[in-house]
Nanobody, 123 residues
């Protein structure tokens, strides 16, 4: 199973980006999906997750109110809308499919990972 993350790029502080995560198979249909990020020299951290029905979401405190996760199961795609971006949001962003249908913030619950997309926020 391969996940494809896209939509990263260079943006000024205060700007917006929308990341997409897609797969060619029905990996998402019964699984929660999460977004994580890893900045240089730092550990990978949880950002947001959404249940397989899309009725439950959870966000890291650092992005709450600025980022929105959503999904379209018919398109096998999960999105991360990022607004009011800050330089500290600079990182490689990864999407991952969970082995569970319910939300989880633990990386160990995610068994399929995309290759990552780089987001750079300039000050």
């Amino acid at each position: 199973v391969q996940l494809q993350a896209s939509g990263g790029g260079l943006v000024q502080a205060g700007g917006s980006l929308k990341l997409s995560c897609s797969t060619s198979k029905r990996t998402f249909s019964n699984n929660a999906v999460g977004w994580f990020r890893q900045a240089p020299g730092k550990e990978r951290e949880f950002i947001a997750t959404i249940s397989w029905r899309g009725d439950m979401t959870k966000y890291a405190d650092s992005v709450k109110g600025r980022f929105t996760i959503s999904r379209d199961n018919a398109k096998n795609t999960v999105y991360l809308q990022m607004n009011s971006l800050k330089p500290e949001d600079t990182a490689v962003y990864y999407c991952a499919a969970s082995r569970l249908s319910i939300i989880s913030i633990t990386t160990l619950d995610y068994n399929y990972w995309g290759q990552g997309t780089l987001v750079t926020v300039s000050s």
